[in-house]
């Protein structure tokens, strides 16, 4: 009885979830961004969430010319959804808008290399990968066993040993980028100007300002402050109600 009250009240709040979600499109498409943004809202805090939900709220926002909650909608929509070209593509409108204009430093040497590699897919995309590799290996492995030519053992031997060394690769790749995802934790500025102090109290002077809209990195919390890292390398305290996480 409680599994079937369960799938009921489950199946409801999916049906009131697609409801609102073709609302708030109609009321966009009537040019009613903030009655859209509205419904879309009252979505994500029913618990459901997905990358087109986040991507149209953040289109409503745009719209409203609100740069922080246009950003941080986009840049949720991205996480759920990394190689989207179109969520990409707004987000970079959306990031125009913002004030602060900060070129990121980019990564060199070795430590690029592993990063575009183990980037290139998802942590979950590269796990798939392990696993068939893996079945790949079994099937070489037997090949191998079953083989009565020694020509045949030869290839069904090399294919194993290069499809492990892949499967290991593969593995490898996808720690890094599950450990890079756990502890990354990125958010975006949404007051309209925010002071970073050089030290996590008020009387500590300011390092310099941020703008509405700026993504940064959150390195520790202590109190009411926030130590963050921008894409240009600079560090400095801000209060923890001046950004929002992302994760």
Request: proline residues 2%.
């Amino acid at each position: 009885m409680k599994n079937i009250l369960y799938i009921f009240l489950l199946s409801t709040q999916v049906f009131w979830a697609q409801s609102a979600f073709e609302k708030g499109n109609d009321l966009y498409q009537k040019g009613q961004y903030e009655k859209a943004a509205e419904s879309y809202e009252t979505i994500i805090k029913s618990g459901q969430q997905s990358a087109e939900l986040y991507f149209n709220l953040g289109n409503c926002y745009y719209k409203m010319h609100k740069v922080a909650p246009s950003v941080f909608n986009f840049e949720k929509a991205l996480l759920l959804n990394p190689n989207d070209s179109e969520i990409q593509n707004n987000l970079a409108f959306a990031q125009k808008m913002a004030i602060d204009d900060i070129t990121e430093v980019p990564t060199v040497g070795f430590a690029k290399i592993i990063q575009d590699f183990t980037s290139g897919f998802h942590y979950d995309t590269w796990a798939w990968v392990a696993v068939a590799l893996s079945v790949l290996f079994l099937l070489c492995f037997v090949g191998y066993y079953f083989s009565s030519k020694t020509g045949l053992k030869r290839i069904f031997f090399t294919s194993m040993l290069f499809v492990l060394l892949f499967a290991i690769v593969s593995v490898f790749a996808g720690f890094l980028q599950k450990n890079h995802h756990e502890n990354d934790r990125p958010a975006v500025v949404f007051a309209e100007v925010a002071s970073v102090k050089s030290e996590p109290n008020s009387a500590a002077p300011e390092a310099f300002a941020l703008h509405a809209g700026t993504k940064v990195y959150v390195l520790e919390s202590l109190n009411n402050y926030k130590k963050i890292r921008l894409l240009d390398q600079k560090e400095g305290w801000i209060e923890k109600s001046a950004i929002k996480e992302l994760k």
